[in-house]
């Protein structure tokens, strides 16, 4: 017990979650913007865009995540000079941020796509009867109905979000958990039991309310037909 | 005393070719699901399409607002070819009213919502003025009382009369309806054909494909026989029921007559 309050003391273990914290929250935010986009293209009338979101998916879904956040800070920042600040560590979070995003939204249009193929044919078929266009009829009846139908899928895809949060350390991110945890571990070998213990117990604390809220959720949400 | 109003948008000028479908071929890979398809349905005109299933009836209806493509022909609706896609057809399918046999009640909008919806964002209407509308058309059909609720809550029946009076919302030329009482519970069929034949009677061009024998005989001015994608018969209610001229429109009727 002296060595987890010892540790707490040395070390901000709560300002490292809240890092991850951050990071997941703005990547949930584009991933979600890109992965609606995505998820247009996927179903429109147009099969050019239905190619390249399909390739987008295939391409991002398939590639680990190491090598997208090693890119970002290799190639993105380091060779195609993408800067968000002169502030090193705001530059290298958004960076962070911009790889996980580009990553999850494939997952995301993943979610979303089982969420449309809970949507009968026939509710776009009504609203393509009565004039609605394809913007109109995906925003107003498809997409709403699919996002109520994907919110388990969706759920899974924030705690995989949660945890490769952990990952922006090799977007050079150095103040959030998996960092912390190596740097706590390099002092305190003696402590390592408990170490492990405090990041193991603080991410399953974060993830157990959203696996919990996404299955009220999906219940409470679900479309009656 | 206030007139009622009608429905539809009354029965002048009656007479010229609303609908026409001149050479009209389509398959599905190998099937050649409607095959030399010759029709033409003058406005206020109650046609009915019979025939066995599988003959291409339902197939026929959708390609008239183009939920079915067509590999040759040509369909004209009030004088102009189908469009191809984009605004034109939406514009065109805004015209034709459509009735699904599954009804297709957007299953995230309530009653109400469901009427509204498509004169709203398509023909811009205020939404006062579409609520209105769409209050004094679930009246007519009997469900106003529903106004609220979400088309999960109602029964069959009432979700098919919603239907109607989504697609009556857009005031359109022509409606066609697939089906409209095959998924209703027996009980709940003849709720939906009183609607159907107060609008035929208000003067409403329409296209009912249907088994509904009893809706074809009394509401009917003509009756197309279908069967394996051709149209073999058309006629009266009274020349096809009871002198039916092809053998295949003999032996469908002696098989659903003769209960």
Known sequence: MDNFLALFGEYDVLGAFLVNIELTLWSALFSLVLGVVLVMMRISPISSLRAVAGGYVELFKNMPLTIIMVFMVLGAYAQLKLTFSDTFATNFFWLAVTGLSLYTAAFVCEALRSGINTVPLGQAEAARALGLNFMQSAGLIILPQAFRGSVAPLGNTLIALLKNSTVAAAASVSTETSSLMSEMIEFHADAIIEIFLIFAIGYVILIIPIGILTTYLSNKLAVRR | ?259
């Open chain 2, 1 to 259: 005393m206030r007139q009622p109003e009608t429905l539809a948008t009354g029965r002048s000028d009656a007479g010229y070719p609303l609908v026409e479908l001149s050479h009209v071929d389509k398959h599905y890979d190998k099937l050649h699901v409607l095959k030399d398809i010759n029709l033409t349905v003058n406005k206020g005109e109650v046609l009915v399409v019979v025939g066995p299933s599988g003959s291409g009836k339902s197939t026929m209806c959708r390609t008239i607002n183009r939920l079915e493509t067509i590999d040759s022909g040509v369909i004209r609706v009030d004088g102009k070819p189908l469009p191809q896609e984009g605004k034109e057809l939406a514009n065109l399918r805004a015209e034709v009213g459509m009735v699904f046999q599954s009804f297709n009640l957007f299953a995230n909008k309530t009653i109400l919502e469901n009427v509204t919806l498509a004169p709203i964002k398509v023909r811009h209407m205020d939404k006062k003025e579409a609520e209105d509308l769409a209050m004094d058309l679930l009246d007519r059909v009997g469900v106003a009382s529903q106004a609220g609720k979400m088309p999960s809550q109602l029964s069959g029946g009432q979700q098919q009369r919603v239907a109607i009076a989504r697609a009556l919302a857009m005031r359109p030329k022509v409606m066609l309806f697939d089906e409209p009482t095959s998924a209703l519970d027996p009980e709940m069929v003849n709720e939906v054909l009183d609607v159907m034949v107060e609008l035929a009677h208000e003067g409403m061009t329409m296209i009912c494909v249907t088994h509904e024998m009893g809706f074809a005989r009394k509401a009917a001015d003509r009756i197309v026989f279908m069967a394996d994608g051709r149209i073999l018969e058309s006629g009266t209610p009274d020349e096809f029921f009871d002198h039916p001229k092809t053998d295949r429109a003999k032996d469908f009727l002696s098989k659903i007559l003769t209960h």
